[in-house]
């Protein structure tokens, strides 16, 4: 049985105090040096059997976790709000709260959006969908890069919690017909989380996505997003020159955004001035100018790159090579002394080279230019709780509670990093097909996504299935 947290989460935050009963004994943690007046009164209404000493800021951790990870589960608090809830009060217009965690006597509507953010930052979920259908909504969780159904909310419940959502991120509630985009800063457990909200009309209503990105976790490394060896070496070897341009490409959620703010983290910016400009910005990172792109002003990539290239910039870091305006100033500004890091949507490292040239760069301009091109996928780990391995030795998903009976718990890169040295700047030039690319990239130690894929299946991290889901062609 899972243990209860009868004290109101506002309160053991502030008097650092919990406790932990679990049917069958009542303990309370305590921090050296509490208030003798809070201890006895929390000993008194709660039958306190044992008490135990822990330090201050290590009983504030276990004091968060305890909460964020309790009972109140997003499913438990929409079963309680269908059952209670009054629709004629769903639209009150009530104060966004510090912390989530503080919000138990709060009003349903509210309390069960938090429950359902309180449980996405728990289970690791980049992406929340709340949708509606004729009958039902639904809310469902990106986790690992899939999504799985978390509850299913009665249907009249959703224009006001579509509402109160559009309420903490400062949108217009009453403008029903149009998409709208905005954003919410909370506190989860202790957690700094910054929640990108969209939300666009359908047939049966409003739905949202609200992307999740959580401020605790943004001091990357490019170790950690699963490079290394040879590929690690050389993409590390490849952001230290002091001009030329470096692509990283994939398709949406492959980690490219990551993996450039992993680069960047590697630079001396005592020294450097780095200038990035995003849509968004993702991560604030420490010493690194950032620049968000804003259409509504008409501040477009071409635009701002145009801006930073007066700010006396040594690396510049574009989000996103969109079109061939942008594309031509990243290329003259690698020409004229400039280090730049792109991220590009194509599916192999190779085929980058002939999508700049598509939207119509010079081919002799980007083959003086062009340092290298990375492309990159993320494939699902698996869960080391529950993982079988075959009569071959290789390791599959089987599923357990730990991984929400996915078999995958986690994730980790695999990288194809395609040098360009002279051979392949003279088939740039002469504008090669992309298979004459990779052949002459095998000579110079190219080795495909699929490969690298291979080693993480030989080390157990993942399964032979996982990696060609997301090398396929």
Known sequence: MAARHPLPYAWAKAQNLLIEDDGHEAVLWAADGARSAALAEAMRLHAVQRVELEAADTLAQRIAAAYAGGESSAAAVVGEVESAVDLS?????????????????????????????????????SDIHIEPYERASAVRFRVDGTLREVVAPNRALHAALISRLKIMAELDIAEKRLPQD????????????????????????????????????????????????????????????PHGIVLVTGPTGSGK?????????????????????????EYELPGIGQTQVNAKIDLTFAKALRAILRQDPDVIMIGEIRDFETAQIAIQASLTGHLVLATLHTNDAPSAVTRLIDMGVEPYLLSSSLLGAQAQRLVRKLCTHCRRQDELGHWHAVGCPVCNHSG?????????????????????????????????????????MREDGERLVAEGLTSPEEVIRVTRD
């Not at 009060?89 to 965690?101: F, G, N, S």
């Not at 989380?193 to 049966?204: K, W, Y």
């Not at 392949?424 to 504008?431: E, K, S, Y």
């Open 182 to 241: 905005g954003r919410i800063s909370l506190r989860i457990g202790g957690r700094a989380i910054d929640v990108r909200v969209s939300t666009l009309p359908s047939a049966h209503g409003e739905r949202a996505v609200l992307r999740l990105l959580d401020k605790s976790e943004s001091k990357f490394t490019l170790e950690a997003l699963g490079m290394n060896g040879r590929v690690l070496h050389d993409f590390d070897r490849l952001v230290h020159q």
């Open 408 to 448: 995958y718990k986690g994730r980790t890169g695999v990288y194809e990093l395609m040098v360009v040295d002279d051979a392949l700047r003279g088939l740039i030039h002469n504008r090669a097909a992309e298979a004459e690319l990779a052949e002459a990239a095998r000579a110079n130690g190219y080795v495909p």
């Open 257 to 281: 955004t990551t993996t450039l703010y992993a680069s960047l983290g590697r630079l001396e910016t005592a020294t450097t001035n780095v200038l990035t400009v995003e849509d968004p910005i």
């Open 89 to 125: 009060r769903m639209l009150q217009d009530l104060p966004a709260v510090e912390d989530l965690l503080e919000t138990a006597d709060d009003a349903p509507i509210i309390r069960m959006l938090n429950a359902l953010l309180t449980q996405a930052a728990k289970d690791g979920a």
